[in-house]
């Protein structure tokens, strides 16, 4: 600006901010009942938008150009001192938080995704359409705000607003934000809102999208690359799971919703992608609690020429990865727990550490009633078709996983329950598999792949006389990953880790619906 434009600036001065509480939609009687009293607040919104549209203000119009966000404004003008004009007019659009003042001066906060910035509103400054707008204003709305960018007397950043418009009427009042939303059942139910009231929620999902954009990154500068792959399948594989089944009427057969991308993976490594990972969404019909999910997200990756040690690397790093992008830390706190993320983590051998905790050395070869007097003497509970094996994998589960809080690689488990693994070169009855264990939990898992046809045949006809039996979980047979495997796996590394238990543990949250946005529920009652 010149020098006489500036003296101009000087002159027009910035009205104070009047000392006015924040405006809260609530019931102050307690004598109508919750859903009268909204159903009356919303009746009054409804009319205020019919009032607009009867004075020509469209008030869903169909778009707004905004020429700068509220962080934007900040990074411009946040050093200003108070009582400051800048002769630069700005377009802002956004949610209204706050509304206060009344008659010839009025204030707002407008919020968009970056922050917020206070709208100064002079009945004398503003055209009649921005007058129209204002007088129907409620929390909730969203607006379109026109005017200079100047500092209150009190030097908070402010648009001096010229024009209003209404981009979308909020029929429905918000949580108040003192008390929020806090019925948990509501707030899975409507996380549109439970985002907007609870600034809790907001922290644990932009703590979910930092880590994952932080591990496809690094997935990507391994030189993976990333693919898409099935959710329909004709059967479920590559996990020991109970699948969820529907029909396609198009070509009238049954199909399945993948319970994991695994096989279909390492035949795309077959088809010549070394390294393919897939951060993917996988569905199980199985128990809901604080930790399962029947939809969950895991990241599934393959690289070819390496063993469970690539496996463990990677897996590690991504952890690592994340909690640096997502929290900036490597210790988070769960409950009076403390969990120490830094690496390297501790490598141990399954059969070792159940020998430490029951005295004595068993192995998947044991029969099957010296592994049960194990179960006996600790009161652990059996399902009488489970072998020797499978036994040990449940001792595990049980006796073990519980006493692990920081992060640690158990390795070496049962080919019996390792059915896509490729067993270690001295055990034929061990598969050359991990697991990530962290805070009582199985975060990831990694094998080895299995990449010889017949053996790969056999296990799968295993699996299908345990599914006769009666096996929900029984790993299908797959003669169409047979063949891929008859064209040549090479030696390859697999790991899936859970994404989703990765979010409980960053954001410090124990409820895994508390990190799904959209977590599975009952159908809402219609009484």
């Known amino acids: 600006m010149t020098a006489q434009q500036s003296e101009a ?27 009268q009293y909204l159903d009356a607040l919303s009746a009054e919104r409804r009319k205020k938008r019919e009032d607009l549209s009867a004075q020509g203000i469209d008030p869903y119009p169909s778009r707004f150009d905004r020429t700068a966000t509220a962080a934007e404004l900040h990074t411009r003008h946040g050093g200003l001192e108070a009582d400051q004009r800048t002769g630069e007019t700005v377009r802002m659009a956004g949610r209204l938080t706050s509304i206060r003042g009344h008659g010839k001066l009025s204030f707002a906060t407008l919020h968009d995704v970056t922050g917020s910035v206070q709208l100064l509103m002079q009945q004398a400054n503003l055209s009649d359409q921005a007058k129209a707008v204002l007088a129907a204003f409620d ?21 001096d607003v010229k024009e209003l418009y209404l981009l979308s009427k909020a029929l429905r009042p918000l949580p108040d934000k003192w008390h929020g939303l806090t019925e948990t059942d509501t707030r899975y139910r409507q ?27 690094h997935m990507v500068s391994e030189d993976f690359i990333e693919v898409e792959t099935p959710i329909l399948q004709p059967q479920a594989g590559g996990a020991l799971a109970r699948p969820f089944f529907t029909h396609a009427h198009a070509l009238d057969i049954d199909l ?16 010549g992608y070394e390294r393919v990972f897939e951060i993917a969404r996988n569905f199980r019909n199985e128990g809901v609690d604080t930790r399962h999910s029947p939809e969950f997200t895991a990241l599934e990756a393959y690289r070819a020429f390496g063993d469970t040690t ?14 640096e992008s997502a929290i900036g830390r490597m210790t ?15 490598r141990r051998q399954l059969l070792d550490m159940l020998e430490e905790v029951v005295g004595r050395r068993l192995h998947p070869t044991d029969p099957v009633e010296e592994v049960r007097s194990v179960y006996r003497e600790r009161g ?17 589960d049980a006796l073990l996983l519980p006493t692990i809080v920081n992060p640690m690689f158990i390795c070496g488990f049962p080919v019996e329950v390792s059915p896509l693994a490729r067993h270690t070169t001295d055990d034929p009855t061990m598969a050359d598999r991990f697991e990530l264990c962290i805070d009582a939990k199985e975060f990831a898992n990694g094998y080895s792949e299995l990449n010889i046809p017949e053996e790969q045949e056999e296990r799968f006809q295993a699996m299908a006389v ?36 990765l979010i409980m543990l960053l954001a410090e949250v124990e409820a895994i619906r508390d990190v799904i946005l959209f977590p599975m529920m009952r159908p809402e009652s219609s009484s």
């Open 310 to 323: 690539e496996g463990m690397e990677l897996t590690e790093q991504l952890v690592v990865r994340a909690a």
């Open 332 to 346: 988070v706190t769960l409950g009076e727990r403390t969990v120490d993320l830094t690496a390297p983590w501790p």
């Open 466 to 501: 345990a599914a006769a039996r009666g096996d929900l979980e029984a790993h299908p047979s797959d003669l169409a990953f047979v063949r891929a495997l008859e064209y040549g796996l090479p030696p390859t590394s697999g790991i899936g880790l859970g994404v989703d238990r």
């Open 139 to 159: 929390l909730g709305d969203w607006v379109g705000a026109e005017g200079e960018a100047v500092t209150s007397r009190r030097g908070e950043l402010s648009v």
């Open 256 to 271: 399945s919703l993948r319970i994991a991308p695994e096989l279909y993976l390492k035949r795309l490594v077959v088809g």
């Open 191 to 217: 996380r549109e809102v439970d985002l907007l009231a609870n600034p809790e929620s907001r922290r644990v999902f932009d703590i979910r999208f930092r880590a994952i954009a932080a591990m496809r990154r």
């Open 9 to 35: 600036v000087a002159e027009r001065r910035v009205p104070e901010e009047e000392d006015v509480s924040v405006t809260i939609e609530a019931d102050p009687s307690g004598e109508e009942s919750t859903t």
């Open 380 to 396: 652990v509970e059996f399902q009488p078709e489970w072998g020797s094996g499978k036994l040990i994998f449940e001792l595990y």
